[in-house]
């Protein structure tokens, strides 16, 4: 279970992630948007209205780290919602190279059996996959994140995850 830690502010008592964000990120309202681990490496979008925030590897110790404006073309969102199952997939380029953060979830029957909830991370260079994570802790995307105003990813990346 995740640490939280409260401040009070007057008689509002607010919770804060346990991961230590900069004044900067707490100043322009940011917020974990989606996060997990692999074992020793971990995944973490930082999200504000004006920009996203990529990092990839050991927890405290990004070996990448990306800044976008939320509003380029080297960010865009995708939600494909089907009967039983829906897709989510956030995408941040760098050059040719594309990290996708995906979200397949299926319930293909009432009773719940057989259903898949799987978050984790690809990454491709042009539309050749190099490598998938699954994430083993954490929790994803954050369903307290609105993505829906990213610019629209024309392609179900979460499919490619199957």
Not at 30 to 58: D, N, Q, T, W
Not at 79 to 105: K, P, Q, W
Request: with cysteine; glycine share 6%; proline share 3%.
């Amino acid at each position: 279970m995740t640490k939280v830690h409260f401040a009070l502010m007057g008689l509002l008592a607010v919770a804060l992630p346990a991961i230590p964000l900069t004044a900067q990120h707490i100043g322009t309202k940011a917020k974990i948007a989606f996060s997990c681990s692999f074992g020793k490496k971990h995944v973490r979008v930082i999200a504000s209205s004006l920009s996203l925030s990529y990092e990839f590897g050991p927890a405290g110790k990004p070996e990448l780290k990306l800044i976008r404006d939320t509003d380029s073309e080297y960010v865009a969102y995708n939600y494909t919602l089907f009967s039983n199952a829906e897709h989510r997939s956030l995408r941040v380029t760098n050059g040719d190279y594309h990290y996708i953060l995906f979200r397949r979830f299926s319930a293909p029957n009432y009773q719940g059996r057989y259903a898949e909830d799987v978050d984790g991370l690809m990454v491709l260079k042009d539309n050749t996959l190099l490598a998938k994570h699954q994430c083993k802790s954490g929790s994803g995307f954050d369903y307290g994140y609105d993505f829906e105003w990213l610019k629209k990813d024309s392609r179900d990346w979460a499919a490619l995850a199957e």
